[in-house]
């Protein structure tokens, strides 16, 4: 099970893409992280899965004792039911110092950073609550998160109104020494005919430069790239991994409530009904209903040609922010990824004709091992 335990409700920053609802003073205690500690790996021992904890916020930083009781009590409960627990986190990274990283590194909790590419990216929405721009304080940290860890993982928000600074913004963060991006577009709000335009030339020069970096020997992963790539590969394997609402995933709140993924913990609105909490368990009926409506097929997408798996198509929360219904994506995914795919292929058709050797050992590894072994190149 993946449980993404969302700590607190407050965050340092006021980003307006932010889809965790409103900011207020309210964090778990440390008594119910631990019940939630409990649940999760009693879950994973019925199951015979891995107790994955994933702390979310707001800013999970801003909880650094329950985060720390937590992980302290996972770990004892799971080695006492022989599970084995793994620890994540999403953050901005301002409130990281060298005794987080040692505790991170003491307990092998990998973190993914939220940095939306360079000043000029990142400065346009990730703000304080004045206004003021957050990107200076967290690249006096970055050098120090790379060391701690070489393969961190970056985390890049597109909005309407950062759009013009993504291909600066993301080759800023390849060359500040990010190997791993993962970018989203805020699909939530309204997109212009202008903005998807706009997107095309963006998407087009991110595709250049991957391939410059890629054709240098970078071993470098882009969502926006390899995933489709991953995913028109492996087929129904690589699209099975993308979106288990309801089933392996599961986000618990403050409160100790239980709701079927991130966006959907928003207990100030109440527009969501719990799939239960950490104490009772989940409710059977309603954790039934979520997972038929993830897994209902799409609409309208049943005879688009790129519904084939290369698609972003899956996320069941995000749709559900957007539309007000699991089953229905936003049309600005769709016109996102009409942009997104074609210029996916053309960069995973250029180096494959190449064959290139990054390329060739992220998609094909047997193939490789086969040209290897029979001392042919790939």
Known sequence: MNALLHLTHDCTLRCPYCFTGKKFDRAMTVETGQRAAEFVVAYAQEHAQRAVFSFFGGEPMMAWDVLQAIVLH???VAAAAGVTALFRMNTNGLLIKDEHLRFFEAHDLIFILSIDGDRAMHDTERVTGSGAGSYDAL????????AHNPGLMASVVITPGNLRHTAAGIASLFDTGFRYLIVKPDVTQPWTRADVEELDRQYSAVADDYLARTRAGRELYLNLFDDKWINHA????????RCDVG???ISIAPSGNLYPCVRWVKEEEDTVPSL???WRGFDATKLADIRAQAAAPKS???????NDGRCANECACEHYS?????DTPAPALCEHEQVAVPIADRVGNALWRERNAV???KLYPQLVQLRVKEGTTP
């Open 359 to 361: 390329f060739m050992q």
């Open 234 to 241: 492996k087929g129904a394997e690589g699209i099975s991994i």
């Open 74 to 76: 996972a770990e004892q």
């Open 322 to 326: 957007a539309t007000g219904r699991i």
């Open 139 to 146: 690249a006096k940290k970055v050098p120090g998160f790379l």
């Open 247 to 249: 089933s392996s995933q």
């Open 300 to 306: 309208p997408c049943g005879d688009c040609s790129y």
């Open 276 to 278: 239960g909490d950490v």
